[in-house]
């Protein structure tokens, strides 16, 4: 995997970048967007990271994640943007237009026409194999930082190396970035077992309500019950995994209220393309894993994904 | 890491192997017997490979654990012996006495003085690393099955790369396993994703008999509790774990009613020496993972729990 040498060159000849992620940031967009600015301060360059949604508390663990800016960048003739992780200047919250150059580097399956270089690869597991590819071609040292926020992005995208998207390159990748100080088991540690019990008592309440159709689990979280556990909004992220430990089940769906009759839906699964599905809804991800948003009314919506989730 | 070479030397220079582990016996045990018999047998050894307890049903997905043999070997002047993860006989169930010579692979911390040719290293993080070191030395091919079955041992002691056991040789081992044709996600569904709905349910009892003390979460199901679910004998294995994504918890108990007033005890954590805290029982184990057994009231029991882990 080698990144297209017109983004390696824009880039060494550019001084001046402004590295924004998509809204609602995971780990392998805060990882990516931190392994690439150090990288890119390292050779010089004049930057500055921007998160419309900031960084949320359990990704605080990443090193430098508090110089990230929440916020976004001045649209403006001086800057360069480099989009990580999303493809498309709405996922990030921007309008795209104002930058000199506009660069995306991005590992999604649904590509949008935006940017004047691109490296879209859905083939990568993670964004941050991506930013890794870029940071060796740039020739940078990895630091401790670097590898601890390249171990974190590939880590959050793969399940650590649990999904159908880890390949023997994952694997060895990962290696160098131990040999080059990331801890698994710090990453690890803040990945899975930093619940608090309010979203502890939430996965509880996740597990009681699950549903069972043929292989096909559907769970339900409303908003009163979120509000019983005093969980916060990013007490439900990939909580629907959960569903999926089940021998029989192919296929999860979790469906958290966020207003009335206003359902965010999260599919995850290992036999049904699950961006097409969530397409419907007018959502978006990968193969295995997506979402969306509908307004329905919840028995009606349930059908419906059935339906789609079964004729799939 | 490198095998002894009197123990390569004596492999090769016979023919006629017992290979044997422990009994309730777990992924890393039977993954790397499987990866040295298929090993042994491609370099024209002749052998046979046992199990007290067989080989419960969710690891039968292993290649060829089918050909494993539920009992002992004969212990005779005719056949050597090969124990693995672990390297006391009576964790195998046998005697030990009886044959031509006994070699001892194993990564436990609780060395017993047993065996005429040992590998006991308690820095590999499986013995299935063990296995892949000794494979290589005698330069036999890794085949896919071969490669399934270490990539499992090695999972199962690492939590998937998630323990402080994982370092880079173990990711750079696991990815040329992958590039022998083990699978990450197959392995990680066959481990993490087959639950039945009973063993789901009880999780979720488990779940709610949380107690949190400070650092130390301290969970316990009764016979009843269990009957109620119909779980079998090894739905509860590794639960232990759930109480430890609890972000205040380093040190998760779990209690498990084998009788009345009879109690099975694993402990894990990553403050205390918890093979120590077992050791106090009787029990043994691993720095981060132990295990033992209890005769005693539950209340008393941990009262007495508390105590020895308070002054670790």
């Avoid at 974190?152 to 023997?168: E, H, L, M, P, W």
Wanted: charged share 20%.
């Amino acid at each position: 995997m080698k990144p297209p040498i017109e983004l390696i060159n824009y880039i060494k000849n550019n001084d001046n970048f402004a590295l924004v992620i998509h809204v609602n940031p995971d780990g392998d967009a805060l990882g990516s967007m931190l392994a690439l600015g150090e990288g890119l301060k390292a050779i010089g360059k004049v930057l500055k990271m921007y998160s419309r949604d900031g960084v949320p508390h359990y990704s605080r663990f990443l090193p430098n994640s508090d110089i990230i800016i929440q916020g976004l960048p001045l649209e403006d003739s001086s800057t360069n943007l480099i989009l990580i992780d999303c493809n498309a200047p709405k996922r990030a919250g921007i309008n795209g237009d104002g930058f000199i150059k506009k660069l995306v580097i991005d590992h999604h399956l649904t590509e949008e026409d935006f940017g004047d270089i691109k490296w879209v690869d859905p083939s990568a597991a993670a964004s941050g194999i991506l930013i890794y590819h870029i940071i060796k071609a740039l020739e940078v040292d990895i630091t401790q930082n670097i590898a601890t926020n390249l171990y974190t992005a590939i880590s959050v995208d793969t399940g650590t190396f649990r999904y159908q998207n880890t390949k023997a390159d994952t694997l060895s990748i990962a290696s160098e970035l131990v040999s080059c100080g990331a801890s698994p088991s710090f990453v690890a540690e803040h990945l899975y077992n930093k619940w608090s019990l309010a979203r502890f008592n939430l996965l509880i309440k996740f597990l009681n309500s699950v549903e069972i159709y043929d292989d096909i689990a559907i769970t339900c979280l409303t908003r009163e019950m979120i509000e019983q556990t005093g969980a916060g909004p990013h007490d439900t992220e990939d909580i629907v995994n959960f569903s999926g430990m089940l021998e029989t089940v192919k296929t999860s769906v979790f469906l958290k209220e966020a207003d009335k009759d206003f359902w965010r839906g999260s599919i995850r699964s290992t036999k049904v393309n699950v961006a097409d599905v969530a397409a419907k809804f007018g959502g978006g991800g990968h193969k295995n894993a997506a979402g969306f948003k509908a307004n329905s009314e919840i028995s009606v919506l349930k059908k419906q994904l059935l339906g789609y989730l079964r004729e799939s």
